[in-house]
């Protein structure tokens, strides 16, 4: 697919990230104005809320709400007939002016009411790579890792918007005697995608993959900010807790799965046959480019396309005990690590369990230190454009003794 021209002339760069081809969406507001929905073209927002208030479009009244849940809610076949609205009345030759604000005068707002969160361990290469340096490599990868998805149940109400501040944690470490009580002393990022989930399940019933990729709405950018320290003292037997509850920032723009359909991709090679309620029968991956900076030096890089299991996968498994999914929910990805260390997606692996200090900015590091800025980027290419997610960023303050 070639870019489609808009009568928005920011949007028809090559290097723009909200072409006519994404239209990616969220929650804004402007000063003095209540949070309602808009939509992403070049430099500007489309003000759905305002759209629908015209007669120009009509989600049932949906985008005056301050989150994208009960446009969700319509179901796909509304998600593609206003999409495909949306993209007549943005069109070069239309005709049609739309009532726009400049994204330098919007504030963005956290675009879904989170439901719940799970996040899960997909990257073979990050699984390989954190094992080796708690295990060793003869045991690195637990014996069920190739048989299904791994995830772990998170907290949605620390869910945060790109932009919103993260502190540090105070938590229990492992002392010599003993637990300390201490500020965090690894603080760490994960690179993710984060899936969000656009219909209900029922209980006790399962989800095939294929009706799990129809229930997916859209991406977003997502930092499973993780205190590596708390983690090792608390995460047996139950997994991490309190390491990975202190905040989870995602984008503010919602990619549609409908812009990332041309850019499909195979993921990482099979170890092994999967059961057959996790088979596919296209591939659920995408040939996106990914990646993370830190104080704007980029640090890593890698592909969506090492993945090992899709989000339709794991959405399947997490029906398979015939747990309900609910509008609203977030689905993480995992770490999104390459087979290198430039591609690593976590400081835990770049600096091989804080042994190897990186480079930053001229200046030897391990894991996060106050004041550090993260930012997650991810693009694909198509023929003259380029499908962007927009930022995913979060500064550090101190921790509160």
Same mark, same amino acid.
Do not use: D, H, W
């Given at each position: 697919m070639a870019l489609l021209r808009s009568w928005v002339e920011s949007a028809n760069g090559a290097d723009c990230p909200f072409p006519l081809n994404n239209l990616p969406y969220g929650v804004f507001s402007t000063t003095g104005t209540a949070p309602r929905c808009g939509a992403a073209i070049g430099d500007m927002i489309v003000d759905l809320a305002a759209c629908e208030a015209l007669g120009l479009l009509d989600a049932g009244g949906t985008f005056s709400q301050p989150q994208l849940n009960g446009f969700m809610a319509l179901g796909r076949a509304e998600w593609d007939?206003?999409?495909?609205r949306l993209?007549?009345?943005?069109?070069?030759? +239309?005709?049609?002016?739309?009532?726009?604000?400049?994204?330098?005068?919007a504030q963005m707002h956290l675009p879904i009411r989170v439901t719940g969160f799970t996040d899960f361990y997909a990257s073979k290469n990050h699984a390989?790579?954190?094992?080796?340096?708690f295990r060793g490599p003869e045991n690195a990868l637990p014996p069920q890792w190739t048989h299904m998805p791994i995830g772990y149940n998170g907290r949605a109400s620390s869910v945060v918007v790109s932009g919103t501040p993260i502190r540090r944690p105070m938590g229990q470490i492992r002392g010599e005697a003993g637990p300390d009580w201490a500020p965090c002393r690894r603080l760490d990022l994960e690179l993710e995608l984060g899936a969000i989930v656009g219909a209900d399940s029922t209980m006790g019933e399962r989800v095939s993959v294929e009706k799990a990729e129809a229930m997916i709405f859209g991406y977003v950018l997502l930092n499973d900010w993780s205190a590596r320290d708390i983690q090792a003292w608390e995460y047996q037997p139950l997994g991490p807790f309190q390491a990975k509850a202190l905040g989870t920032t995602i984008g503010a723009w919602v990619v549609t799965q409908a812009a990332l359909e041309p850019?499909? +991709?195979p993921g990482a090679e099979r170890v092994n046959p999967l059961l057959p309620y996790l088979q596919e029968a296209r591939p659920g991956f995408y040939d996106l480019q990914v990646g993370w900076t830190m104080n704007g030096q980029v640090m890593g890089?890698?592909?969506?396309?090492?993945?090992y299991y899709s989000s339709a996968q794991q959405l399947a498994h997490h029906s398979s005990s015939g747990c309900p999914l609910r509008v609203g929910d977030l689905l993480g990805s995992g770490t999104i690590s390459g087979p290198t260390r430039d591609a690593t997606g976590a400081l835990l692996e770049m600096t091989e369990g804080g042994k190897t200090p990186v480079m930053v900015n001229g200046?030897?590091?391990?894991?996060?230190e106050d004041g550090d800025e993260i930012d997650l980027f991810a693009h694909a290419r198509g023929d003259g454009y380029c499908i962007g997610f927009g930022p995913c960023t979060g500064k550090i303050l101190p921790?509160?003794?």
């Open positions: 007939r206003v999409r495909a993209t007549e009345l943005l069109a070069e030759n +239309s005709g049609t002016q739309l009532p726009l604000v400049p994204m330098a005068k390989f790579n954190v094992g080796v340096l850019f499909r +991709s890089r890698t592909n969506y396309n090492v993945m200046a030897p590091r391990t894991f996060i921790a509160k003794p």
